[in-house]
């Protein structure tokens, strides 16, 4: 028997992506949606439609072009996007997430043609609020918002940036099950300083020089307090802003609402879990050891602050820790009193006492002199400078150390330090490689040192826990519990593969939960964290369109 038909357009079921399945819809669904003549007569599976999918996306000659016909699905039909990603993960992360969307940022312009999450740009400035209440994202829980002024090691992409949040959310849906309807990418757009965007016709962003101080300050506070008003429980990360406006939203807003900065606390976590996961393959104690860090800005020295954590929890005085931490940024060593250039870099300056005497040449030492003195067992990449790691550099590191732990973790690829290829040609092999976007070795797949295996459980387990705010404590946690992941016998890998994500930001989200317990009172459900993680996957599949509220929801409101 043939269920009713609805009475409204059954258009707006196909052009909207959380609803529409395409050539999925049953005949039953197409009698009861009007949807017959709007179809081929087909009726697909969503297994057919994956193959299907899959064979058009490799078709296609360049990255660049699977990411826009990625990005395609999404904007049509977000659940077989969804499964198509989970199908075949290691294929398409890369495209989906770094390196891919780099360029994807850069040419945001060229692409852009359906609305997705929100775009707030300076001249709404006074409208905040009325805007998200008239805008039907009711159920929000998680927003990831970025003004694009550093994206990736890439600079400032102005309204381009806003590539970066939607590959972000993507990853929660993908890896940690949030469901898709529930997240919002946003891009506050308070100018561009590239001034080629800003001439460039195709630009679709707000064409003015950047708004800064008291103006940005204001326009910021205005977004939070909107957010807050709007959804009193959600999550927020901050994504990809410049050094100093990274640092100072952090701390502005971290106890306001549940936020974090992914480049400062995600990519330590993230750094610190490889290097956990590194000491292990090199048979050392870090503490025993000196670190040295290449590019201290936000990335840099979130990493820094996290080891210093660490190292005073496994005994040491803050100031003995402090002394296992070298870095140098574009002015050499970094020496206190000489060459400081934001506050996060106080933390690890050599005292002059120790490196004054370095100076005698008249600059700061630089990476290759650092090594050479300094001796480190680990180095780490994080200044977005390509090839900065040559041959001379990594021969240093191999000279002290059977097993010197190498990581470029700069994105994308054309800011990379080095390439894991070169360096394990110039260590012979003996250097534990990580690196920030995907890569190969010799001897097959490099661990991709990325932030993707942490803040999708952070938010999870943010989410499940119900706190009011994101703790240090919670990052360390989740690095020591993603580094427990290494699988047995998989050589020199430092995480598991990203085949198993969905796995990782359950691990990292129960490590969330257990801290929110301990420090925040948070209370666990009667049958445990685990099972209240689990209850919340949202899995892509195929919902019945006969009996969806979201349906019903639709077309009331259509009619
Ligand atoms: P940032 O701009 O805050 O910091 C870059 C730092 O590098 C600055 O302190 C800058 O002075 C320094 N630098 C520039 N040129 C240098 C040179 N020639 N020598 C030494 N130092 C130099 O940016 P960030 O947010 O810290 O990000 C830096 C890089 O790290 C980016 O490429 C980003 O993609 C990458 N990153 C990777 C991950 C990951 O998960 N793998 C996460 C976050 C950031």
């Known amino acids: ?74 904007d049509t039909n977000e659940t077989l996007f969804y499964a198509l990603l989970a199908q075949h993960r290691s294929e398409l992360l890369p495209l989906v997430y770094t390196p891919t969307v780099g360029e994807a940022c850069v040419r945001f312009s060229e692409i852009y043609s359906r609305p997705r999450g ?44 806003m590539g970066i949040p939607i590959g972000k959310l993507s990853l929660y849906t993908d890896c940690a099950g949030i469901d898709p309807a529930r997240t919002l990418p946003v891009m506050i757009d308070t100018g561009t300083d590239n001034e080629a965007l800003r001439e460039n016709p195709l630009y679709v962003g707000w064409r003015n020089k950047r708004v800064r101080g008291a103006e940005y300050d204001s326009f910021i506070e205005e977004f939070v307090e909107a957010v807050r008003e709007r959804w009193p429980h959600a999550m927020l990360q901050w994504e990809d802003f410049a050094g100093p406006n990274a640092v100072a939203l952090l701390h502005r807003y971290r106890d306001r609402l549940p936020s974090f900065n992914d480049d400062i606390q995600g990519t330590a976590a993230t750094a610190l879990a490889a290097i956990l996961s590194a000491e292990r393959l090199a048979g050392i104690d870090l503490a025993q050891h000196k670190l040295l860090l290449f590019g201290a800005g936000a990335a840099g020295c979130g990493i820094a602050s996290l080891l210093v954590d660490e190292l005073e929890k496994r005994g040491l005085s803050r100031d003995k820790a402090r002394g296992c931490i070298y870095a140098v940024d574009r002015d050499g060593l970094i020496i206190e009193g000489a060459n400081v250039a934001i506050p996060g870099q106080a933390l690890i300056a050599r005292p002059e006492a120790e490196a004054g005497g370095w100076l005698a040449s008249g600059s700061a030492p630089g990476l290759i002199e650092t090594i050479e003195r300094v001796h480190p067992a680990v180095l780490i990449g994080t200044s ?41 040609a110039w260590s012979d092999g003996r250097a534990i490689i990580g690196t920030g976007s995907p890569s190969q070795g010799a001897t097959g797949a490099v661990t991709q040192v990325n932030n993707v295996y942490i803040f999708p459980g952070i938010g999870l387990g943010a989410l499940v826990s119900g706190v009011t705010r994101i703790t240090d404590a919670m990052f360390i946690e989740a690095a020591k519990a993603l580094a427990s992941l290494k699988p047995e016998g998989s050589g020199d890998a430092l995480f598991p593969p990203s085949e198993q994500l969905a796995d990782v930001a359950d691990c990292v989200a129960l490590a969330v939960c257990r801290v929110a317990e301990r420090d925040l009172g948070a209370i666990p459900p009667l049958d445990g964290w685990e099972k209240a993680i689990a209850r919340r996957r949202w899995v892509p599949a195929y919902r019945n369109s006969l009996c969806s509220p979201n349906i019903e929801r639709t077309h009331n409101a259509i009619s």
Not at 47 to 55: C, E, N, P, T, V
Not at 123 to 151: H, M
Not at 393 to 415: E, F, G, W, Y
């Open 1 to 74: 028997m043939h269920q009713t038909r609805t009475s409204s357009d059954p258009r707006t079921i196909l052009s909207d992506p959380l609803l529409n399945k395409g050539t999925a819809f049953t005949e039953a669904e197409r009698d009861y949606l009007g949807l017959h003549g709007l179809l081929p007569s087909h009726v697909a599976t969503m297994a057919g439609q994956i193959d299907r999918r899959i064979a058009v996306l490799r078709a296609f000659s360049t990255s660049f072009e699977k990411y826009a016909f990625l990005r395609d699905l999404q």
């Open 118 to 161: 929100l775009f707030l740009s300076y001249p709404l400035k006074g409208r905040l609020s009325q805007i998200l209440a008239d805008l039907p994202f009711d159920d929000v829980e998680v927003i990831c918002a970025t003004d694009g002024e550093r994206i990736l090691g890439l600079g400032d992409q102005g309204a381009g940036g």
């Open 384 to 424: 977005g400078q390509f090839g900065a790691f040559g041959e001379p550099v990594v021969r240093a590191m191999t000279k002290h150390h059977d097993r010197p732990i190498i990581l470029p973790l700069s994105n994308p690829v054309t800011r990379s330090e080095a390439s894991a290829e070169d360096i394990e």
